[in-house]
C-alpha cells in the first residue's frame, strides 16, 4: 500500500513516497483557492480532511507549504493540526482530522447560543489565539466558518492561509483579506498587527451575539464602496452596536464595543485582556432564543430546571409575556408590557430565572 519510490523530475534530492486517498464528498463552504475534501485514507484506515490548495494561486513553489508548516508549528489543543502535508501535479493538500459537526458558521445558522455556550467557544477561541500570538504569528482571518467545533464540543481555529510572521515592530504586510471582517485601520495602512485579530475576534463575537441574520444584512446594506464602509466603521455604525440580542449581559457587549473600537489603540493590547474580562461575566448563563413561528420563544435549561418564556406581540405597543414552568408547562407569570420597556422587563425576567 505504501510504496518509497524515487522519483527525479519532480525533487531529486527526496524519496518521494505514494499516498492514496479516496475522495468521498466536498465539504467546504467557501474558499477562493482552495477546496476541502471527506476523504478515506486506507494507509491509516480513518476519514481525514484533505484541503487541496491550487498550485496556481502561489507566487512562486517556495511558500507551497507555508499554510501546512505555519499550522505545524502553532500545535495547540485550540488549534486544528495538521495531520501531514502532501503534493500533486496541480495541487498542496493539507491533511486534517474530520470535525463532523463543522464550524461555528454552520452552527449559527441553526441555532442561536446561551451566553454560556458563547463564552465557552470565546475561551477555546481566545486560548488558540493567544498561542498564534506567543509565536509572533497574526492570523488575519477569524471568522465563524474558520472555527471548528470537535466532538467534545470545543472550538479550534482552522484555516491559517492568511497568517503571516509579524517582524520586530510587531507588523506584518497583509495586502488580501475578507472583506466583512476587515479592519477599518487596513483602509489606510498596509501593515498591520495582532490588534487585527482582536478586532475580528470582535465581530466572531459579535456574530455570536446577534440574529444570524443581522451581520449579513447590515453588511449587504454597506457594501458600498470600501471608503463608505470605512467611515461606517470608524463612526462605529458598522456593525450596529445595538442590534445584540436581548439576553447578551451589557458587560459582554461592552467586551465586544471595546475589540470593535476603530482606533487599535484603544482595542485590548491582547487577548489575554479580552479572557480577563470574559471569565468574569456570571449572568444570565443559560438562556437561548429557539425558533417559533410568531413572537419570540427562550428556553431556560440548567440543573434540571426548564423554563420557557414566550414574547407575544399582541399590538403595535403591547407584548405579552409568558413564562412556563418544567415539562408540564406551567403557567407561572403572564405580563403585558408596553413595548419600549420589553427590553428592560425581559433582562430582568433572565437574571431572576434562578428564583422562577
Ligand atoms: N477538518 C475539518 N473538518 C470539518 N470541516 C472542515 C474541516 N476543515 C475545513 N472544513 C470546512 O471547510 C470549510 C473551508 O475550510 P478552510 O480551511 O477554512 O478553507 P478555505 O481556505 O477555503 O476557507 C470550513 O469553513 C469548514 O466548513
Ligand atoms: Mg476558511
Redesign the pocket.
Known sequence: MFEVVKKTELESNFDIAKLGFMTKSE?????KN?K?YLVYDPQLDTEL?L?KIDKKSFPDSLIYFKEARIVYSACHQNV?PVQYACQTEDHICLA????KK??L??LLNVKTLSVGEILRYSLHILSGLHYIHYKGLVHFDIKP??I?INDANEALI??F?LTEKIDQDGLANKDVLYLKHMPPERFKVDRLSKSADIYMFGLTLYRMCTDKKTFQEQFEEVKLTHHQICQLMNEKKFPDRSAYQAHIPRKLKKIINKCLEPLPANRYKSVLGILNELSSIEDNLWWRKVPTNTGEKWIYEHNEKILELIVEYTNQERTQVLVLKGKSKKKILNETYEKSVLLDNLYKLFISADEL
Request: net charge negative; hydrophobic share 25%; charged share 15%.
Open positions: 465539504i467546504g463552504e467557501e474558499g482552495s476541502t480532511v484541503k486544528v486534517m482530522p474530520y470535525y463543522g464550524s458558521s454552520q466558518s474558520n471548528l482552522a484555516d492561509g
